[in-house]
């Protein structure tokens, strides 16, 4: 297929057309991205730590899941994958709940029947994900027909890795929604590997040639470009607010830590390897171009760590002193009436809690 689209190359240069941002919208941009390198930095600190389960990062790719998100509207949907929950918090879930999330405490609103890094925001349109990979293709699609049917003008923009294209949820996903022409952004983060499978080795296709099967226009973008994920966006949402469709955008990106807090990328993927992406690091490209625009100031980058890294503290003392999450929520929301079945089961457990008193933070750590 064609070349990748490129905005901002690797060394900062401006080598395609300037977006039509005011250094406002671009120092913001700059700090939805830097936002999420602290709060990547951070849980995994919780987590080595043993106060938190479960970090799933999406250092190394901020470009793809902050700029492409950054195009889309309030109305618009996002349905993620392990790595977007930053881009929540840019479109407006609170940093106090993302952290409750972490912890499954009293505070989570997923009532910690959710691992951590699971996140779901009804406010910015952001459902919860499930684990099983690609699922949340055919739930993005059926809500983007629901969307089509009353007439609304909400796009659905659904994010999945490179290993998620070998899904059922990804076919059949595809199938329907360029059959029946919906409103959705299939968004492919191509970042290198599936845990220890390199994308290479997932398919013996190219990623954007997939939508040539089922009628979707495909488009390749330098997933390390903020300002490319961003275009790219904007043109598939306006494609498909024009009632135009679907559209598949595949972001080439690198993954350039382990797929999880539990994994060990070092056992299946060389040094040259990550070191040839840490060169193409789409936080310091930005901020070379933003420091050339005046848009940042010499230095403004390190100020701004220190901030956000304290905002994010914050949010983090607050829910550390939060309760945990109270047991009957077990046998909660289900039911109007907890049938006798599941009270037996509740009380038992609650027996058992009394006897041995409550786990501490940070047990249970999933094993992947
Ligand atoms: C149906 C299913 N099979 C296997 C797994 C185990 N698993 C968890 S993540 C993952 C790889 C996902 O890779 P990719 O889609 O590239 O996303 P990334 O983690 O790189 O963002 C696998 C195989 C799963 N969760 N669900
Ligand atoms: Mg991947």
């Excluded at 590997?193 to 390199?198: L, R």
């Excluded at 330098?222 to 275009?231: E, M, P, S, T």
Aim: glycine share 10%; aromatic share 8%; net charge negative.
């Amino acid at each position: 297929m064609s070349d990748s689209l490129q905005i901002l190359a690797a060394d900062g240069t401006l080598v395609g057309e300037r977006p039509a941002l005011d250094d406002s919208a671009l120092h913001d941009l700059f700090e939805h991205m830097l936002r999420v390198r602290c709060l990547d930095e951070r849980m995994l600190k919780l987590q080595r730590a043993g106060r938190v389960g479960f970090v799933g990062t999406v250092l190394g790719s901020e470009a793809a899941a902050i700029g492409s998100a950054s195009a889309l509207a309030r109305e618009d949907w996002l349905w993620s994958g392990l790595r977007e929950g930053g881009a929540a918090v840019m479109r407006g879930l609170p940093l106090s709940e993302y952290v409750a999330q972490m912890y499954c405490n009293a505070n989570d609103t997923a009532k910690g029947r959710q691992m951590c890094n699971h996140f779901q925001h009804k406010g910015s349109h952001y459902p919860s994900w499930s684990s099983v990979i690609g699922t949340q293709m055919p739930h993005a699609v059926g809500a983007a027909f629901a969307s089509q049917s009353r007439g609304e003008k909400a796009v659905h923009a659904v994010y999945f890795g490179d290993g998620a294209t070998s899904s059922n949820g990804f076919h059949s996903g595809m199938n329907f929604a360029g059959t029946w022409k919906l409103p959705v952004v299939f968004v492919c983060v191509d970042n290198g590997w599936a845990i220890s499978v390199p994308s290479g080795n997932q398919t013996e296709g190219e990623y954007e040639d997939k939508g040539i099967a089922y009628g979707i226009p495909a488009m390749k973008i330098d997933g390390n470009d903020v300002l490319a994920c961003r275009q790219a966006m904007a043109d598939a949402t306006e494609r498909a607010r024009a009632g135009e469709g679907p559209s598949l955008l595949v972001l080439k990106t690198y993954r350039m830590l382990g797929h999880s807090s539990s994994d060990d990328p070092t056992k299946y993927r060389s040094e040259e390897e990550v070191q040839s992406w840490r060169e193409k690091d789409p936080i310091d490209r930005f901020e070379i171009w933003l420091t050339q625009e005046g848009v940042l100031s010499e230095g403004e980058r390190k100020t701004m760590e220190v901030e956000l890294t304290e905002e994010i503290d914050n949010a983090i003392h607050e829910q550390e002193s939060a309760p945990p999450m109270a047991l009957k929520t077990l046998v909660e929301d289900v039911y109007e009436d907890v049938p006798t079945h599941l009270k037996r089961q509740y009380n038992a457990f609650a027996s058992v809690a009394e006897r041995y008193g409550s786990a501490t933070v940070g047990d249970g750590a999933f094993p992947l």
